[in-house]
């Protein structure tokens, strides 16, 4: 089917900022897929030219502005909360979808407090990890199960996450879905781009045997970004070609955002490591990298190491739940454990050294993606999803 027709849902995202980098081409399958598609979401500030929100609408996605706190602020939330449910009432939504885990602690709640359309969210990544500590991890479990008790259906990006939901029994087991997540392929594809190495390179000051450790995330403690400053300070001293390039999205009304500035002086990289944020030619900044690394503490399905991997990078990342999913160690990239800064070093420093490992590495890695991980593949599940749950209320099962 293509246009409205099949369905209406809701997705609830902090930001429109959000919403329009991580959803957006989401978004637009599930409109060609027939569902009738809006974003209810804060609003980012405004960054330079670009607005997130008329980017959105501009693809035909419609976006409702309800007040939004990322981190607890309980008179925001409560507004939230109010403004959420007013919402699910008023607009006929067969489905109302909650993203990221604040999205999660408030979305369902509200939409099963409108009596109306079923509750769904899906977890882009639990709380707690391995090395979570037992205070954390106890409230981290208790706030993953408030939104199960909520949701009518939990979808899952990680396999590990799913099937941690499905032994400890967060809801029968046809209601845990394993959707997994994926890269536009129309996109990246480096074969699309074949100016596009030189051309970044040229742009960013950067010579042709120069080799460059890209990292691509969000701006916060969590990414692991203090370990890769870390990493690119010991490299830069003993590699004198070893360059360094972030492409970040700024976050600083999170707890936990870093200084990526502050951080580059304290390393003493001034001169080998440029830092942009914002960028919208992703494709083309992944070409000119050698490899990429994700030293994160916790994902879902890392979207940077799949774009990365997409446009034929070897990585590096660290062996949690997610990033060992996307990354078969030692076939596309190389994993090590969370915490172990010489070992991060170490993959790092054997990439540099080894054309022939990070063309092999990169080579399988974009054939990976391909075959596991593409927008099409997540896109046709959730799709299968929704129609499922819609089945199921027009033959008078019921949503939860």
């Known amino acids: 089917m293509d246009g409205p027709g099949r369905g209406r849902v809701a997705h609830i995202v902090p930001t429109d900022r959000i919403a329009h980098y991580l959803l957006r081409a ?23 030219e670009r607005d997130y929100t008329e980017s959105l609408r501009s693809v035909g996605i419609e976006v409702i502005e309800v007040p939004f706190a990322r981190e607890i602020a309980p008179l925001t939330d409560c507004r939230c909360a109010r403004a959420l449910c007013a919402a699910a009432r008023r607009g006929g939504y067969d489905i109302v979808h909650s993203h990221n885990p604040k999205g999660g602690l408030l979305g369902p709640m509200a939409t099963r407090l409108a009596r ?16 979570s500590r037992p205070l954390r991890r106890a409230a981290a479990m208790a706030a993953e199960r408030w939104t199960a008790a909520w949701c009518d259906h939990l979808l899952f990006q990680s396999a590990e996450d799913h099937e941690y939901a499905r032994q400890h029994r967060f809801k ?6 394993l959707i997994g997540n994926g890269v536009d392929e129309a996109r990246f594809d480096p074969d699309l781009y074949p100016a596009g190495r030189q051309s970044r390179r040229a742009e960013l000051g950067l010579g042709a045997e120069d080799l460059v450790v890209g990292m691509v995330g969000r701006l916060v403690r969590e990414k692991g970004f203090e370990e890769y400053f870390a990493m690119a300070g010991e490299v830069a001293r003993t590699h004198p070609r070893a360059h360094f390039l972030v492409v970040a999205i700024a976050e600083p009304e999170q ?8 951080l580059v002086r304290r390393h003493g990289l001034g001169g080998r490591c440029r830092v942009l944020e914002q960028r919208s ?3 083309e900044l992944y070409l000119a990298m050698d490899l990429a690394v994700l030293p994160s503490y916790r994902e879902g399905i890392p979207r940077a190491l799949m774009e990365a991997s997409c446009m034929g990078l070897p990585v590096v990342a660290t062996d949690i739940r997610g990033c060992r999913e996307v990354v ?19 993959a790092v420093e054997r990439l540099l050294v080894s054309h022939e ?17 593409t927008e099409a593949i997540t896109a046709d599940r959730v799709v299968a999803c929704y129609d499922g749950i819609l089945a199921a209320r027009t033959s008078g099962g019921r949503a939860r």
Do not use: K
């Open 26 to 48: 989401r978004l637009g399958r599930l409109r060609q897929a027939g569902y009738d598609t809006t974003v209810l979401c804060g609003r980012a500030p405004t960054e330079g």
């Open 116 to 131: 109306g359309p079923a509750a769904v969210h899906t977890v882009h990544g639990f709380l707690f990890n391995e090395s």
């Open 172 to 177: 029968p087991a046809g209601r845990l879905h």
């Open 255 to 262: 707890s936990d955002a870093v200084d990526a500035d502050a």
């Open 281 to 283: 030619d992703m494709p």
């Open 328 to 346: 078969a160690h030692e076939e596309t990239g190389l994993l090590y454990a969370l915490g172990d800064q010489p070992a991060f070093l170490e």
């Open 357 to 373: 490992l990070r063309a092999r590495l990169g080579g399988a890695g974009r054939r990976r993606i391909l075959e596991h991980f």
